[in-house]
């Protein structure tokens, strides 16, 4: 298989979350081409909450690109410098108030690896104690339990869209 080859590189956008890259490139076929894509400052964790009942925790909270409220699992951005796992149970408190005594790593995917490289790490937390939410200013979220059969009916009906989301309550049922 042919490589691409960058003949030149500039940023086009950045902030403290993300590099807009816009590359000169020679494609696979040896042809110009320009390649935009973003590269992500900070990793990714997705944590499938369960409870001793079974149910899967799920987070609304407003998506300022869709313009609406969106049904998630726990997620959060993690800096580089920061221990996965840990970020794991740092965004797990803050959104939730849930301390886990046991955090299972599920998977690590990219959602869009052709323009975006944000890597994504898939928890399960297990064994949950109650503690206090310590939401990010701005944040507004809303937890909700849901019973594994009710959160996968959510994606059918397209009530839950976020494809990770979808990715990570599917893993669960399906590796569980």
């Known amino acids: 298989m042919s490589a691409w080859k960058t003949l030149s590189t500039r940023i086009a956008y950045q902030n403290p979350f993300m590099l807009v890259h816009e590359d000169q490139t020679l494609n696979p076929a040896g042809k ?8 992500s400052t900070e990793n990714s964790v997705y944590i499938a909450v369960v409870d001793s009942k079974d149910h899967m925790y799920l987070v609304e909270q407003f998506r300022y690109p869709l ?43 990219f959602t869009s690896p052709g323009i975006l490289s944000e890597k994504m790490y898939a928890f399960v937390a ?37 494809a990770k989301t979808i990715a990570v309550l599917l893993m669960f049922e399906r590796f569980k």
């Open 32 to 39: 110009p081409a320009i390649y935009g894509y973003c590269e």
């Open 67 to 109: 313009k609406r409220n969106s049904w998630e699992v726990v997620a959060g951005r993690i800096p580089h410098d920061e221990d996965i796992t840990e970020g794991a149970r740092r965004e797990l408190l803050e959104e939730t108030g849930y301390l886990a005594k046991r955090m299972k790593p599920m998977a690590t995917f």
């Open 126 to 162: 297990y064994d949950l104690q109650k503690s206090r939410p310590a939401l990010e200013e701005g944040e507004e979220i809303e937890v909700e339990p849901t019973a594994l059969a009710d959160a996968i009916a959510m994606i059918k009906t397209g009530e839950i869209a976020d």
